[in-house]
């Protein structure tokens, strides 16, 4: 599968559930094709194996505080190096654009010990837009408007959230409201709680040019006054996406780092490493390859000695499958071992 047409599904995925379509800027933006990137950002993940390696993504969610300007610097890497190792046992996924205001996005995932699902709807009117999803550990919804201000383009949206535990029991109604403001070369976003929450947080980008990318991200508890997060961020993405550097800092002792590199149109090499309270060393090193524009297959290593195989394969332009294989070579017999497939669908 070719890298164009991986990018034009994943984004359409992408942008109905809320996952930041991480694009390079244009110098002609088109405001109306923009979404409200902060509910995005945020990741799900499932019960956790005895190997941290081995968390499997269950499906799209919303984490309080998370901020994205990591993923945002460190795309490419990210991409090689995460995208389908935490699949689960199982994952189905389809979306369907009903009409050029209305979006259907349903998902079905299962690991070990954990099946979940649900599906959402997405609706724009004019300036406004109304999304609701109904899942198996909660319910989603939100009502957000959008406009061209200060030359540029003012988003603001009110999210309700409802949600239960593994054990099913209910966690109540959370309510807050995003903001987010973009001008070139900056982009401001923040996110305050208004029912049932404490994390106040708010990031800033700063693109100056076409390669480079400079971020400063903050999360307050408000009911505890202190700072739990803040991070300073830097990356460089070469013209033609050949080479990415990204560098993060967070509460000036945890760091994260990235390197991708592509060796020939087919061949890329990625690293990632993480440090926390500068100790704790965690590196994980792969590589993926594209054997042509319907196949792709990566492979990666970490330093807990977990290792992982996944292929993708493009059916049709609407169809994608993948598996994924991983085990702890360290433990070939008694170590946290994982296999998953996945489907997903789009029209």
Known sequence: MSSSKRKTRNDKIREFIGVPDRKRRNVNPEPEDKEDEQQGSQRSTGPAHSDPDLETEMGPTYLDGEMPSYNFISKLARECLLNGYKLGTWRFDCNSELSEDLRIYSFGAGSSNTVMGGFEFNEKFGMFQFSQAFRTDGLYGTLGVRSEIFEGLGLSKLRAIYKKDEQGDSSGLTLDVQ?????????????????????????????????????????????????????????????????????????????????????????????????????????????????????????????????????????????????????????????????????????
């Open 179 to 347: 903001a987010a403001l973009e001008f070139d070369p900056f982009k401001i976003e923040a996110m305050a709680p208004i029912i049932n929450g404490s994390l106040l947080s708010s990031y800033i980008l700063y693109e100056p040019t076409e390669t480079w990318l400079f971020s400063f991200g903050v999360v307050a508890d408000i009911h505890q006054m202190k700072l739990p997060k803040y991070e300073f961020g830097v990356g460089y993405r070469s013209e033609e996406d050949d080479t990415e550097l990204g560098l993060m800092f967070a509460n000036l002792k945890n760091v994260k780092a990235s390197i991708f590199q592509r060796v020939t149109n087919n061949t890329a090499l990625a690293l990632m490493a993480n440090m926390n309270d500068w100790q704790d060393l965690q590196i994980s090193v792969g590589g993926q390859y594209e054997l042509d524009e319907e196949h792709l297959i990566k492979a990666r290593i970490c330093n807990t000695g977990y290792a992982g195989v996944v292929y993708q394969f493009e059916i049709n332009e609407n169809c994608t499958f993948s598996c994924h294989v991983g085990l702890n070579v360290m433990q070939p017999t008694d170590g946290s071992h994982a296999f998953g497939v996945a489907c997903s669908l789009s029209g």
